[in-house]
């Protein structure tokens, strides 16, 4: 069964940084693109971020665009999410996504979420 | 950007009702529309994609339908398990914006 394991999630100070992980497993990590979502809490789905198969294409909402970075290690069946200069309204419940295909694709698998928190 | 505007934002119905949600892009996306679910603490599920089909295992009593930029969300008979956010999105461009949601409760 298709697994998506989020971890790197924690409380940071407003301007700070964290390194969120998801590691994959029950599918060919590499054919597919993969998505980030967040949550903030009470409120509704916002889409963050996506990046092709290779790597080579990444996407994001201009509301941390020039502050997050999303990668991945298809060697490592790992995908990340490098998020700088956090501010309180990053506050959220961070999904990891696995895509049907390419970016545009529907997300068919979540996992389970990691809880990130800026405040002072 | 498009704009995803679901309506209504919430609804109660009985045990057996037909409910009916409706998703409004900002233009035309074709058919390139998802519905997920959401329950409480847990991460929203995939029910359909490409408007209409529905995802692999999920209960026939959910059907989606439309093109363009109207599309409808139906629950043919509900079951208490149905109680849940539920969400559109569309997948015609990046970014891929969701709709507010609708909150569905028992009455």
């Known amino acids: 069964e298709v697994q998506l394991l989020e971890s790197g999630g924690g409380l940071v100070q407003p301007g700070g940084s964290l390194r969120l992980s998801c590691a994959a497993s029950a599918f060919t990590f590499r054919n597919y693109a993969m998505t980030w979502v967040r949550q903030a809490p009470g409120k509704g789905l916002e889409w963050v971020s996506a990046i092709s198969t290779s790597g080579g294409t990444t996407y994001y909402a201009d509301s941390v665009k020039g502050r997050f970075t999303i990668s991945r290690d298809n060697s490592k069946n790992t995908l990340y999410l490098q998020m700088n200069s956090l501010r309180a309204e990053d506050t959220a419940v961070y999904y990891c996504?696995?895509?049907?295909?390419?970016?545009?694709?529907?997300?068919?698998?979540w996992g389970q979420g990691t809880l990130v928190t800026v405040s002072s | 950007d498009i704009q995803m505007t679901q309506s209504p934002s919430s609804l109660s119905a009985s045990v057996g009702d037909r409910v009916t949600i409706t998703c409004q892009a900002s233009?035309?996306?074709?058919?390139?529309l998802n519905w997920y679910q959401q329950k409480p603490g847990k991460a929203p599920k995939l029910l359909i994609y490409d408007a209409s089909n529905l995802e692999t295992g999920v209960p026939s009593r959910f059907s989606g339908s439309g093109s363009g930029t109207e599309f409808t969300f139906t629950i043919s008979s509900l079951q208490p398990e149905d109680i849940a956010i539920y969400y559109c999105?569309?997948?015609?461009?990046?970014?891929?914006?969701f709709g507010q949601g609708t909150k569905l409760a028992i009455k």
């Open positions: 233009q035309d996306i074709s058919n390139y």
């Open positions: 999105q569309h997948y015609d461009n990046v970014p891929l914006t």
């Open positions: 996504a696995k895509g049907k295909g390419a970016v545009t694709s529907p997300v068919d698998y």
